[in-house]
C-alpha cells in the first residue's frame, strides 16, 4: 500500500515540466516511502479486527490520510532546486482533508468486502481501490495547487540532461511500480493457495480438537503401553481424575471387569475395536459404562488408543427397575407368579439330578375378602403387605416365598425333609393368626395351606402347582387355620366341590334347599327354650347333603349371603307359624357367617326380615363364632345395633376361636355355646372338663347364659347340670328334624307339660 501510493506521487510529480533543473535528494525520497508504508501499516493494522467501530475507522483514516500528506509533502521537500517552495495554508489543509475524508470511504469498503470473492464483491474492492487512488490523487493535486514555486534567478539547465533524468526517473518509478504489483499479486496468490490447504488442516484440526472437548461423552487417549493418557473434560468430570493411566483406570473395577478392560485394549492396541460395558467406582458413586475401544492409527500402525466412555448409570437403573417390576408384585415387594415359577422349574430340573426333594407350599388367607369387602381395598392392600412382611420374616432363607395374586401365596423349599416342611408349616400357621393392627383395626385373619412334594405328587411345575393348590382348599374344608399335604383322594374331593359350585346357584333358584331344626332345651327340667336353624340342601340326584359339603363353597362364591338371608326369613316365617298354631312362644337361632354379618346394611335387613315376617325380636337369636369377629371394632358396633333390636345373640363355637377375651366383656351379648369338641369325650379327658367348667364360670361371672351343643350322654348331661350350665343341645335330647317333625316333637311336649 506504502508502496503504491510513493508511486502514484512520483508518477504525478513526472508529469509536472518546471522551467528549471530538479533534481531529488535520495534520503529524503527514501523517507517519504518510509511515511507512506508506515502510515499505511498502521491504518491496515487499526481495522484488521472482528467488529469495525467508528472510533477504529476514523483513527485508520487519519493515519492513512496522514501518511499520503507526509508522503507527499516529504517528497516535495525531496526536490533539489533553484526555486524556493511556498504553500497556501488553506488549500494545504484541505489536501490533507481530503486525503483523511476519502480514505475514510475506501477503508470501511475494503473491510466491508474483504472477505467477499463473488462478482459483487470484486467490484466493490475495486471500486475501495479507485477511491484509495482518488485520495492519493485528490491529496497531490490539492496539495499542488497550495504550492508555488518561487525562483531567484532564470538560469537554464540543458534540455539532454533533464530529458534523460526524467526518463530515468519514469523508468525506475514503472519498473518499481510493477515489481511490486506482481510480487503482490503472485504473494496474494500463494496466500490463497497456501491458506486454503493451511485453513483445511487448522479446520480438521479444530474439529477433532472440538470433537474431543466438547463431547458429551468421557473420551479417554492412550498411549500404545497405556501409561500416557489425555481425558476430554467429560472424562475427568466422570472419574474425578485429570490424568489416568490404564493401570489406575483397571483398579478402579472390580477383578472381573479389570481383566475385561485390559484384554479389550490389548485387542485395540492389534487394531481391533472393541465395544463391552463395565462397572466402575470412584469415590463419590459406582457407574455402569458402555465403553468403545477405538485404535488410532498413524502411518497404518497403531499410536494409541481412544477409549469412548458412556455413563450408562441411568439406563441400568431402569433396567433393573423394570426387570424388578417384572418378577416381582408391585404391592408386596414379593417375587411374583412368573418368577417363582421360573424358579420352580430350575429346582426341580436341579432336583432330578441331585436326587432331592422339592417342596410347594400353596397358602390363602382365609376370610380376607371379608376385609375387603367389609372395610374397602385400601385395608385388605395394607393387610396383604403385612402378611407377606410376616410370611417373609418366617421363612427366612429356608425359602423362596411368592405372591400369586389376590390373597394367594407360594413357598418352595428344595432339599428338606419332610419333618421340616411340617415344622415350617405349623408356623405359619401361628404368624398368621396372630391379630393385624391396620389403622387402628384389629383384625384376625388365619391361613389354610396346602403341600405338594416332588416328584411323588408332580413331576413338573404345573402337576405340583394344581396338587398344592388342591391340598389347600382341603385344608380349608377341615376347618381353615391348618395345612395339609396332598393325597391322590383328594382329586375326587376337588372334583366334588366343583360339582357343588356349579350347582349351588341352580339350588338356590329351585328351592332345593331346606332348613331343619334341633331342639335346645332346659339343662334342669329338659322343656324346650329354642330350636336351632340348619341349613340342608336336598339334592336331586344326591339325595340329603349336609353343610359341610356346601357352605365353605357358598362362603367363597359369595352365595353365602343370599343363602344366610333365605334361612334368616325362613326360620322366622317358621317360628311366627308355630306361634300362630299355639305352641308355646321359643326362640329360633340362626347360624351367621362372617360376609353376610359384616354387611353394612345387615342390621337393617334384620329389621326388614322381623317387620316382614310379624316375629318379635326377643325370639330371634343371631349365632356368631369367634372369626366373624375379624374387625373387633366394626363387629362391636354391628352388636350393639342388634341388641338395640332386641335381637338375641350367641357367641357360637366358643373357645375354637382366637378373639381377645377382653372384647367378650365389651360385647352385648347374651349367651355363650360351647363346642361340641369339648363337651365329646368329658368323661375321658381332664382337659375337656376343665375348659367347659372355665367356659361356664366366666360365663356367669359375665352375667352370660351357657348353652352347650353335642350332648350325647347321661353323663355329659349330668357334669353340666353340676356346673349349672342352663342350657343344652344334641342328640341325647333330639336329632336335627325337619319342620313338620318338630311341629309334631313339640305338640307332644306341650301335652305332656299339660
Same mark, same amino acid.
Given at each position: 500500500?506504502?508502496?503504491?501510493?510513493?508511486?502514484?506521487?512520483?508518477?504525478?510529480?513526472?508529469?509536472?515540466?518546471?522551467?528549471?533543473?530538479?533534481?531529488?535528494?535520495?534520503?529524503?525520497?527514501?523517507?517519504?516511502?518510509?511515511?507512506?508504508?508506515? =502510515?499505511?501499516?498502521?491504518?491496515?493494522?487499526?481495522?484488521?479486527?472482528?467488529?469495525?467501530?467508528?472510533?477504529?475507522?476514523?483513527?485508520?483514516?487519519?493515519?492513512?490520510?496522514?501518511?499520503?500528506?507526509?508522503?507527499?509533502?516529504?517528497?516535495?521537500?525531496?526536490?533539489?532546486?533553484?526555486?524556493?517552495?511556498?504553500?497556501?495554508?488553506?488549500?494545504?489543509?484541505?489536501?490533507?482533508?481530503?486525503?483523511?475524508?476519502?480514505?475514510?470511504?475506501?477503508?470501511?469498503?475494503?473491510?466491508?468486502?474483504?472477505?467477499?470473492?463473488?462478482?459483487?464483491?470484486?467490484?466493490?474492492?475495486?471500486?475501495?481501490?479507485?477511491?484509495?487512488?482518488?485520495?492519493?490523487?485528490?491529496?497531490?493535486?490539492?496539495?499542488?495547487? =497550495?504550492?508555488?514555486?518561487?525562483?531567484?534567478?532564470?538560469?537554464?539547465?540543458?534540455?539532454?540532461?533533464?530529458?534523460?533524468?526524467?526518463?530515468?526517473?519514469?523508468?525506475?518509478?514503472?519498473?518499481?511500480?510493477?515489481?511490486?504489483?506482481?510480487?503482490?499479486?503472485?504473494?496474494?496468490?500463494?496466500?490463497?493457495?497456501?491458506?486454503?490447504?493451511?485453513?483445511?488442516?487448522?479446520?480438521?484440526?479444530?474439529?477433532?480438537?472440538?470433537?474431543?472437548?466438547?463431547?458429551?461423552?468421557?473420551?479417554?487417549?492412550? &498411549?500404545?503401553?497405556?501409561?500416557?493418557? /489425555?481425558?476430554?473434560?467429560?472424562? /475427568?468430570?466422570?472419574?474425578?481424575?485429570?490424568?489416568?493411566?490404564?493401570?489406575?483406570?483397571?483398579?478402579?473395577?472390580?477383578?472381573?471387569?479389570?481383566?475385561?478392560?485390559? *484384554?479389550?485394549?490389548?485387542?485395540?492396541?492389534?487394531?481391533?475395536?472393541?465395544?463391552?460395558?463395565?462397572?466402575?467406582?470412584?469415590?463419590?458413586?459406582?457407574?455402569?459404562?458402555?465403553?468403545?475401544?477405538?485404535?488410532?492409527?498413524?502411518?497404518?500402525?497403531?499410536?494409541?488408543?481412544?477409549?469412548?466412555?458412556?455413563?450408562?448409570?441411568?439406563?441400568?437403573?431402569?433396567? *433393573?427397575?423394570?426387570?424388578?417390576?417384572?418378577?416381582?408384585?408391585?404391592?408386596?415387594?414379593?417375587?411374583?407368579r412368573r418368577f417363582v415359577e421360573e424358579k420352580l422349574d430350575l429346582l426341580i430340573e436341579e432336583a432330578r439330578r441331585a436326587s432331592f426333594m422339592v417342596y410347594v407350599m400353596f397358602l390363602d388367607l382365609d376370610r380376607f375378602k371379608l376385609v375387603n369387602d367389609s372395610l374397602g381395598h385400601d385395608y385388605g392392600d395394607l393387610l396383604l403387605k403385612e402378611a407377606a412382611i410376616r410370611l417373609s420374616n418366617c421363612i427366612g432363607d429356608r425359602g423362596t416365598v411368592s405372591r400369586l395374586g389376590g390373597d394367594e401365596f407360594m413357598v418352595i423349599m428344595a432339599d428338606v425333609t419332610q419333618e421340616w416342611v411340617v415344622k415350617v408349616a405349623d408356623s405359619l400357621n401361628r404368624t398368621i393368626e396372630q391379630p393385624f393392627l391396620i389403622n387402628g383395626h384389629e383384625l384376625y385373619i388365619t391361613t389354610s395351606i396346602g403341600i405338594s412334594r416332588y416328584p411323588m405328587d408332580g413331576e413338573d411345575r404345573h402337576d405340583l402347582m394344581k396338587t398344592a393348590d388342591t391340598a389347600m382348599y382341603s385344608a380349608k374344608e377341615r376347618g381353615k387355620n391348618s395345612y395339609h399335604m396332598f393325597a391322590p383322594d383328594l382329586q375326587k374331593i376337588t372334583s366334588d366341590k366343583m360339582f357343588i359350585q356349579n350347582e349351588l346357584n341352580r339350588a338356590l333358584a329351585l328351592g332345593e334347599l331346606t332348613l331343619y331344626y334341633q331342639p335346645q332345651v332346659n339343662a334342669k327340667d329338659g322343656a324346650?327354650?329354642?330350636?336351632?336353624?340348619?341349613?340342608?340342601?336336598?339334592?336331586?340326584?344326591?339325595?340329603?347333603?349336609?353343610?359341610?359339603?356346601?357352605?365353605?363353597? *357358598?362362603?367363597?362364591?359369595?352365595?353365602?349371603?343370599?343363602?344366610?338371608?333365605?334361612?334368616?326369613?325362613?326360620?322366622?316365617?317358621?317360628?311366627?307359624?308355630?306361634?300362630?298354631?299355639?305352641?308355646?312362644?321359643?326362640?329360633?337361632?340362626?347360624?351367621?357367617?362372617?360376609?353376610?354379618?359384616?354387611?353394612?346394611?345387615?342390621?337393617?335387613?334384620?329389621?326388614?326380615?322381623?317387620?316382614?315376617?310379624?316375629? &318379635?325380636?326377643?325370639?330371634?337369636?343371631?349365632?356368631?363364632?369367634? &372369626?366373624?369377629?375379624?374387625?373387633?371394632?366394626?363387629?362391636?358396633?354391628?352388636?350393639?345395633?342388634?341388641?338395640?333390636?332386641?335381637?338375641?345373640?350367641?357367641?357360637?363355637?366358643?373357645?375354637?376361636?382366637?378373639?381377645?377375651?377382653?372384647?367378650?366383656?365389651?360385647?352385648?351379648?347374651?349367651?355363650?355355646?360351647?363346642?361340641?369338641?369339648?363337651?365329646?369325650?368329658?368323661?375321658?379327658?381332664?382337659?375337656?372338663?376343665?375348659?367347659?367348667?372355665?367356659?361356664?364360670?366366666?360365663?356367669?361371672?359375665?352375667?352370660?347364659?351357657?348353652?352347650?351343643?353335642?350332648?350325647?350322654?347321661?353323663?355329659?348331661? *349330668?357334669?353340666?347340670?353340676?356346673?349349672?350350665?342352663?342350657?343344652?343341645?344334641?342328640?341325647?335330647? &333330639?336329632?336335627?328334624?325337619?319342620?313338620?317333625?318338630?311341629?309334631?316333637?313339640?305338640?307332644?311336649?306341650?301335652?305332656?307339660?299339660?
Amino acid at each position: 500500500m506504502g508502496l503504491g501510493i510513493w508511486a502514484m506521487h512520483f508518477v504525478a510529480m513526472l508529469a509536472l515540466h518546471l522551467p528549471i533543473d530538479v533534481h531529488y535528494d535520495a534520503a529524503i525520497v527514501l523517507l517519504s516511502i518510509l511515511c507512506a508504508i508506515i =502510515a499505511s501499516g498502521i491504518a491496515l493494522w487499526v481495522i484488521n479486527t472482528e467488529t469495525l467501530t467508528g472510533k477504529r475507522l476514523i483513527t485508520g483514516s487519519l493515519f492513512m490520510g496522514i501518511g499520503i500528506a507526509s508522503m507527499h509533502y516529504t517528497g516535495m521537500a525531496a526536490m533539489q532546486m533553484k526555486a524556493v517552495i511556498r504553500y497556501d495554508w488553506f488549500w494545504f489543509a484541505i489536501s490533507i482533508l481530503v486525503a483523511i475524508i476519502v480514505s475514510v470511504v475506501a477503508l470501511l469498503l475494503t473491510y466491508r468486502f474483504r472477505n467477499e470473492d463473488s462478482v459483487k464483491g470484486v467490484g466493490w474492492k475495486l471500486l475501495a481501490g479507485m477511491l484509495m487512488g482518488a485520495a492519493v490523487a485528490g491529496m497531490h493535486y490539492t496539495g499542488m495547487y =497550495a504550492t508555488s514555486f518561487i525562483g531567484g534567478h532564470h538560469s537554464t539547465v540543458q534540455q539532454s540532461y533533464m530529458a534523460a533524468d526524467t526518463r530515468m526517473m519514469a523508468y525506475a518509478v514503472g519498473i518499481v511500480t510493477t515489481f511490486i504489483l506482481g510480487a503482490t499479486l503472485a504473494s496474494i496468490y500463494m496466500d490463497k493457495l497456501f491458506a486454503g490447504k493451511t485453513f483445511r488442516i487448522m479446520e480438521s484440526d479444530q474439529r477433532y480438537k472440538s470433537l474431543f472437548e466438547h463431547n458429551y461423552d468421557a473420551v479417554m487417549f492412550y &498411549s500404545i503401553n497405556g501409561e500416557e493418557s /489425555v481425558l476430554n473434560p467429560a472424562a /475427568v468430570r466422570l472419574t474425578g481424575e485429570k490424568s489416568l493411566p490404564l493401570r489406575t483406570f483397571i483398579r478402579m473395577c472390580s477383578a472381573e471387569d479389570g481383566e475385561r478392560v485390559a *484384554a479389550n485394549f490389548e485387542e485395540a492396541a492389534r487394531g481391533e475395536a472393541r465395544n463391552y460395558e463395565i462397572v466402575i467406582a470412584t469415590q463419590k458413586r459406582q457407574i455402569h459404562l458402555n465403553l468403545t475401544n477405538v485404535p488410532v492409527f498413524v502411518d497404518q500402525n497403531v499410536a494409541g488408543v481412544f477409549i469412548i466412555a458412556r455413563d450408562v448409570t441411568i439406563q441400568k437403573q431402569d433396567e *433393573a427397575k423394570i426387570n424388578y417390576l417384572a418378577f416381582h408384585d408391585a404391592l408386596t415387594g414379593l417375587p411374583n407368579r412368573r418368577f417363582v415359577e421360573e424358579k420352580l422349574d430350575l429346582l426341580i430340573e436341579e432336583a432330578r439330578r441331585a436326587s432331592f426333594m422339592v417342596y410347594v407350599m400353596f397358602l390363602d388367607l382365609d376370610r380376607f375378602k371379608l376385609v375387603n369387602d367389609s372395610l374397602g381395598h385400601d385395608y385388605g392392600d395394607l393387610l396383604l403387605k403385612e402378611a407377606a412382611i410376616r410370611l417373609s420374616n418366617c421363612i427366612g432363607d429356608r425359602g423362596t416365598v411368592s405372591r400369586l395374586g389376590g390373597d394367594e401365596f407360594m413357598v418352595i423349599m428344595a432339599d428338606v425333609t419332610q419333618e421340616w416342611v411340617v415344622k415350617v408349616a405349623d408356623s405359619l400357621n401361628r404368624t398368621i393368626e396372630q391379630p393385624f393392627l391396620i389403622n387402628g383395626h384389629e383384625l384376625y385373619i388365619t391361613t389354610s395351606i396346602g403341600i405338594s412334594r416332588y416328584p411323588m405328587d408332580g413331576e413338573d411345575r404345573h402337576d405340583l402347582m394344581k396338587t398344592a393348590d388342591t391340598a389347600m382348599y382341603s385344608a380349608k374344608e377341615r376347618g381353615k387355620n391348618s395345612y395339609h399335604m396332598f393325597a391322590p383322594d383328594l382329586q375326587k374331593i376337588t372334583s366334588d366341590k366343583m360339582f357343588i359350585q356349579n350347582e349351588l346357584n341352580r339350588a338356590l333358584a329351585l328351592g332345593e334347599l331346606t332348613l331343619y331344626y334341633q331342639p335346645q332345651v332346659n339343662a334342669k327340667d329338659g322343656a324346650i327354650v329354642g330350636m336351632e336353624a340348619l341349613i340342608r340342601w336336598n339334592h336331586p340326584e344326591r339325595g340329603l347333603v349336609s353343610p359341610d359339603q356346601f357352605i365353605a363353597v *357358598a362362603e367363597e362364591t359369595g352365595l353365602i349371603v343370599p343363602i344366610g338371608e333365605w334361612v334368616l326369613r325362613t326360620a322366622c316365617q317358621q317360628n311366627k307359624e308355630w306361634q300362630n298354631q299355639g305352641l308355646p312362644p321359643i326362640r329360633v337361632a340362626v347360624n351367621l357367617s362372617a360376609r353376610q354379618f359384616l354387611k353394612k346394611d345387615f342390621t337393617q335387613m334384620v329389621a326388614s326380615t322381623l317387620e316382614a315376617t310379624g316375629l &318379635s325380636p326377643q325370639y330371634l337369636e343371631l349365632e356368631i363364632t369367634e &372369626s366373624t369377629m375379624i374387625d373387633v371394632h366394626r363387629a362391636s358396633n354391628t352388636l350393639a345395633e342388634l341388641k338395640q333390636l332386641g335381637v338375641h345373640i350367641a357367641i357360637d363355637d366358643f373357645g375354637t376361636g382366637y378373639s381377645s377375651l377382653s372384647y367378650l366383656k365389651e360385647f352385648p351379648l347374651n349367651r355363650l355355646k360351647i363346642d361340641r369338641s369339648f363337651v365329646r369325650d368329658m368323661k375321658k379327658s381332664p382337659g375337656n372338663r376343665a375348659i367347659v367348667s372355665t367356659i361356664i364360670s366366666m360365663a356367669h361371672n359375665l352375667e352370660l347364659n351357657v348353652i352347650a351343643e353335642g350332648v350325647e350322654t347321661d353323663d355329659e348331661l *349330668a357334669f353340666l347340670q353340676e356346673n349349672l350350665c342352663e342350657e343344652v343341645q344334641g342328640y341325647l335330647f &333330639s336329632r336335627p328334624l325337619p319342620r313338620d317333625e318338630v311341629t309334631t316333637f313339640m305338640e307332644e311336649q306341650k301335652r305332656r307339660i299339660s
